[in-house]
């Protein structure tokens, strides 16, 4: 079974110029998060979709980011313009939710490392 | 709102002692994975936790669920150098939230 596929792997931009990150998550998995995880930290949800739905986006800084995941499959996270707290590692993850007290387990991607200077 | 403690931040052990990290919340919660990242890679899925007081074991991996669904903690006996690495809980409360806990990174010293 193929894993989560994630590009680029690494991007170094200027600031305020835009970046796109596209993620291909597993076959069948209808959900699909993108996190932000800064050096030392945890992964931070930025949006979670199921299927083309996006049910959270509360932590998505809709100033300047943008997601959307056409047809319930691949997802692209556009940042424009980017500052300098915006370099970070973004992962893609997808998982076979289902509602209720229990989960399916998240699959990550390798993530991409956005630089900005 | 949501508060997620997790401790310690680092842990230092010798290879063969043991290990614990714990995980708090704020409020209850629906259930509780726990995930590992090694340096450079991904976070890769543990285990998951729903009933309270749940107790489940892999190997050396023991992982618990407090009684009120708002703790947990994974203990490792006899820690190798294989178990470097971070390791975080995910949460996803009652309101359907997801919030990973900050970490614990853990260094064996062969």
């Known amino acids: 079974e193929a894993g989560v596929v994630q590009s680029p792997r690494y991007k170094i931009i200027e600031k305020k110029q835009p970046v796109a990150f596209w993620c291909n998550p597993i076959s069948g998995h209808n959900t699909l998060y993108w996190y932000r995880q800064n050096l030392g930290q945890g992964p931070e949800l930025l949006i979670r979709y199921e299927n083309e739905e996006a049910v959270d986006d509360s932590q998505l800084p809709k100033d300047r980011f943008s997601a959307e995941r056409l047809k319930g499959v691949d997802s692209t996270l556009k940042i424009q313009p980017a500052e300098l707290g915006d370099s970070a590692v973004y992962l893609c993850?997808?998982?076979?939710?289902?509602?209720?007290?229990?989960?399916?387990?998240?699959?990550f991607g390798p993530g991409t490392r956005l630089t900005v200077t | 709102g949501q508060q997620v403690m997790q401790i310690p931040q680092y842990q230092h052990v010798q290879e063969g002692e043991d290990f614990t990290t714990y995980c708090n919340s704020s409020?209850?919660?629906?259930?509780i994975q726990w995930y590992k990242q090694r340096p450079g890679g991904h976070p890769v899925f543990l285990i998951q936790l729903v009933k309270s007081g749940e107790v489940k074991k892999q190997k050396r991996l023991t992982f618990q669920f407090g009684e009120a669904k708002k703790n947990s903690s994974l203990h490792i006996t006899a820690t190798q150098t294989t178990d470097v690495g971070t390791y975080f809980c995910l949460m996803k409360t009652s309101y359907d939230k997801v919030i990973f806990g900050p970490g614990t990174s853990l260094s064996v010293i062969p």
């Open positions: 409020t209850t919660l629906s259930n």
């Open positions: 993850a997808s998982s076979r939710e289902r509602g209720g007290i229990s989960s399916y387990e998240q699959y």
